[in-house]
């Protein structure tokens, strides 16, 4: 079973910084793909950034040249990493991994295993 566990939300002012992380138990990444999402209340998830087992990133308009995700391939861990917060950056940020594709999309429905979220706070 693929298990997904978020770490490293927090609160943070507008122009800050913060790093996500996902620790991926008893799985194979290499064969799959794997990113973040977000969603706040009322709102639909939106793909942030995916990542594919040879290194190819997608990442959505809104946070393209202000967050990168990488691999760690030794300790499993996939990151997100987040530079020039706004406020609009608020959200819970999901860790998900999905089947292989030959191109990884930033559509939720082509990713059937979610951890349980992290919260990110940006202040103005």
């Known amino acids: 079973k693929v298990q997904l566990e978020e770490r490293g939300g927090g609160s943070v002012e507008a122009g800050g910084s913060l790093k996500l992380s996902c620790e991926v138990a008893?799985?194979?990444?290499?064969?799959?793909?794997m990113g973040w999402f977000r969603q706040s209340l009322g709102k639909e998830r939106e793909g942030v950034a995916v990542i594919a087992a040879d290194g190819v990133t997608r990442y959505a308009d809104s946070v393209e040249g202000r967050f990168t995700v990488s691999i760690d391939n030794g300790d499993n861990i996939l990151s997100l990493e987040m530079s020039s917060l706004k406020p609009e950056d608020t959200d819970t940020y999901y860790c998900v991994a999905g089947p292989w594709r030959p191109v990884c999309s930033l559509d939720s429905s082509d990713y059937n295993y979610w951890g349980q979220g992290t919260q990110v706070i940006v202040s103005s």
């Open positions: 008893k799985y194979r990444y290499s064969s799959r793909c």
